[in-house]
């Protein structure tokens, strides 16, 4: 079963906005990461946020987590056309083992 | 190598077959996962390796689904008599070792139908 959700499922913007994605999880973790998937294959890491900390950011990107409410958010600013895929949540409660959410599919239009 | 590496890429069998995925992953790293991931959702956990040995592979569905990773390096995954509701990508994934935090670096995925 997977722990975490995303909300929304899909979302569609034009160029040059900004796409805000969440995800919800179940129980304590000791960090939580954000994925992207292209064309439904291999995920590439984008950022990853200690349990300790509420915000992170990496060039486009800014990560917030709310660790009393179990939620994290992905924002992605000046979004462009090649930012169009799936991202995931991943949220780390272990040593080894990853809990990845149902997804947030974005399509950017040109 | 350079990255993680999945063959084939993509797999069509028939109900029934045995199949046999193939992960190499990144040199030096000693972690190695196994993912499912079908249609619309996320990656599922199947199996987890530390070096040679199976840590933890509570996520393999049932008896049909065995993995192995003999030297330690690369890993496979293999299938018994395939169901059609074993068609998903099966994803891997390699980590430098276990820790916190644990990044992983994925490979493309190997499609499988199954016919």
């Known amino acids: 079963s997977q722990q975490g959700e995303e909300d929304p499922q899909a979302l569609s913007i034009q160029e040059g906005e900004n796409a805000t994605m969440n995800c919800s999880y179940k129980?304590?973790?000791?960090?939580l990461q954000w994925y992207r998937q292209n064309s439904g294959r291999g995920l590439v890491h984008l950022i990853l946020i200690r349990s300790n900390e509420r915000e992170k950011h990496s060039g486009r990107l800014r990560v917030t987590l709310d660790t009393s409410k179990k939620s994290s958010s992905l924002l992605i600013t000046a979004s462009r056309a090649a930012d169009t895929a799936s991202y995931f949540c991943a949220t780390q409660t272990g040593t080894y083992k990853y809990i990845f959410g149902t997804g947030t599919r974005l399509k950017v239009l040109a | 190598g350079a990255g993680v590496s999945q063959t084939p890429s993509n797999k069509v069998t028939e109900k029934g077959k045995y199949v046999e995925l193939r992960c190499d992953p990144i040199?030096?790293?000693?972690?190695l996962y196994w993912y499912r991931q079908s249609l619309g959702q996320g990656p599922e956990f199947l199996i987890y390796f530390q070096g040679t040995g199976a840590a933890d592979d509570s996520g393999l569905p049932n008896d049909r689904f065995f993995a192995v990773r003999p030297e330690g390096s690369v890993s496979t995954l293999k299938i018994q008599r395939t169901e059609r509701g074993d068609s998903a990508v099966y994803l891997c994934?390699?980590?430098?070792?276990?820790?916190?935090?644990?990044?992983?670096?994925f490979g493309a995925g190997t499609r499988l139908s199954v016919l």
């Open positions: 994934a390699s980590s430098v070792k276990e820790g916190i935090p644990n990044i992983q670096y």
């Open positions: 040199s030096g790293h000693t972690a």
């Open positions: 129980t304590s973790i000791n960090n």
